[in-house]
């Protein structure tokens, strides 16, 4: 294995990786069950880029997610016997694997090693070598305890970039602490908007309201890959001054939540003014909302809301029009900051309105006068939406098993649509430990006997 590594260490360093590619320039996969390869087109833009993702659960794994969707190679490094807890979190399948995990690691390679010990680390450090983005989400200071971090790594790789996503960032007072996402979304401000206002006070009424998902750690996710593709871009052009490409991408689910939080800051900084919550409206724009609709006729007991965003001055006006209530247009309603000091009326308006009727008739009277209006849709509904259907927003992706043959999941496609570029999920998320041999044997040209060594020992799962 020291031979190995000292090998790969050479004056080539990650450049060594090009050497994998097939003749046509295309990244190859077999897929579980299957002789036929899975063929990574060469008009994406990061084909021919390899990505070692070493992190779990959310917010590593959709940065590696969106990456291989625009065709990295990106080979997940996972714990033995039990892989990335998201495995099987929430639903699970008729084989015991959350359909999530089949979304959030499509186009992945899985490969099982044992990190906690020296042997796994050194397969990991080999990988790292062969890579150009190794993507991580331990705590920070675990990658340098294990001699993984970048004072380790860029001397055997200078072109390495290390995307590394936490809490709070690999430095600062907080840097130590657990990153979680539903603590850094309070922290950042973004739960605290979220809810129902106090009367008086306009502070919260109550406990905030989060999103029924980990929002906090999709962003920081997406932050990351953004990061992710700026340093490319970067170390091509310190490659072509002669300079070391490599960097690290320092990206906190802190600081990506802070940076959704708009005009908050400098409206504090020159106004004094600390935003509270809002319920379903927005505070100082007026009107867009959610409003109240009689239930449709096929669901009498459910809840009906349409979200109106009215709040240009033209379309106020059609608004107040399709409504009849003609006597809200005029001086005193001409601009949002004049809406602003009338909102109780306005939205008391328009809500008299559509609890006259269903959400859909609503839609259809506010779209005939190019009024933005859209009822609240659940997954289903998405799912069924012509517009989804017609955009191919979403896919069928085969699970493919030895009995049975399989299943197809449901996915939503990425975006965004590049001219040009064919981003459908190429597979699903792979059984665990499945590309093991396909990673370390023919990737890294270990021998069968190392390679059933590191199985008994546990270092490399079976």
């Known amino acids: 294995m020291v031979r190995l590594l000292n090998t790969l260490a050479g004056p080539l360093g990650s450049r060594q990786r090009m050497t994998l590619i097939n003749p046509i320039g295309s990244w190859r996969h077999y897929a579980s069950g299957s002789d036929q390869p899975v063929v990574t087109p060469q008009n994406l833009p990061l084909a021919g880029i390899r990505v070692l993702e070493i992190g779990q659960v959310i917010a590593g794994p959709f940065c590696g997610q969106l990456l291989g ?3 990295a190679e990106v080979i997940k490094v996972e714990p033995p016997d039990v892989g990335d807890p998201l495995r099987v979190w929430r639903e699970r399948d008729v084989d015991g694997v959350s359909p999530w995990w089949r979304s959030i690691a499509r186009n992945k390679k899985s490969v099982t090693i044992d990190m906690r010990k020296e042997d796994g680390r ?3 450090k080999q990988l790292a070598i062969k890579s150009d983005v190794i993507v991580e989400n331990f705590k920070p200071g675990t990658l340098e305890k294990w001699k993984l971090g970048p004072a380790d790594l860029h001397p055997l790789n200078p072109s390495l970039i290390f995307t590394r996503v936490s809490g709070y960032g690999q430095t600062g007072p907080w840097s130590s602490r657990p990153g979680y996402a539903s603590v850094c979304e309070a922290e950042s401000g973004f739960r605290y908007i979220n809810g129902t206002p106090e009367p008086e006070t306009g502070g919260l009424l109550g406990a905030p309201i989060r999103p029924n998902l980990s929002l906090g750690d999709s962003v920081a996710g997406l932050h990351a890959a953004f990061g992710t593709v700026l340093a490319l871009l970067a170390r091509k052009a310190r490659e072509a001054q002669g300079q070391p490409g490599g960097q690290t991408v320092d990206v906190s689910i802190f600081e990506s939540m802070v940076n959704l939080m708009e005009g908050i800051i400098p409206e504090y900084d020159r106004k004094g003014k600390i935003r509270g919550p809002s319920g379903s409206s927005l505070t100082g724009i007026v009107p867009t909302n959610a409003y109240p ?12 809301y349409v979200v109106i965003g009215a709040n240009s001055d033209s379309i106020y006006n059609r608004l107040m029009t399709a409504i009849g209530r003609m006597d809200l247009i005029g001086p005193a309603y001409a601009q949002n900051h004049h809406r602003v000091e009338r909102q109780a009326e306005i939205e008391d ?7 006259e009727r269903t959400a859909t008739e609503v839609e259809d009277v506010l779209r005939a006068v190019s009024v933005p209006a859209g009822r609240v849709l659940n997954v289903k509904d998405i799912v069924e939406s012509e517009h989804a259907q017609a955009r191919g927003l979403v896919e069928d992706v085969k699970v493919p098993k030895e009995e049975g043959g399989g299943w197809t999941v449901k996915m939503s496609r990425a975006v965004p649509v590049l001219e040009g570029c064919d981003t459908k999920t190429r ?11 396909e990673v370390l044997i023919g990737e890294l040209g270990m021998s069968e006997e190392e390679f059933e060594r590191l199985q008994r020992e546990g270092v490399v799962g079976k």
């Open 69 to 71: 969707h625009y065709g």
């Open 427 to 437: 597979w699903a998320g792979p059984e665990l430990g499945e590309h093991n041999r």
């Open 122 to 124: 050194q397969l990991v």
């Open 293 to 304: 609709c009689k239930p449709a006729p096929e669901t009498p007991n459910a809840p009906a």
């Open 349 to 355: 308006a328009i809500s008299a309105w559509t609890r």
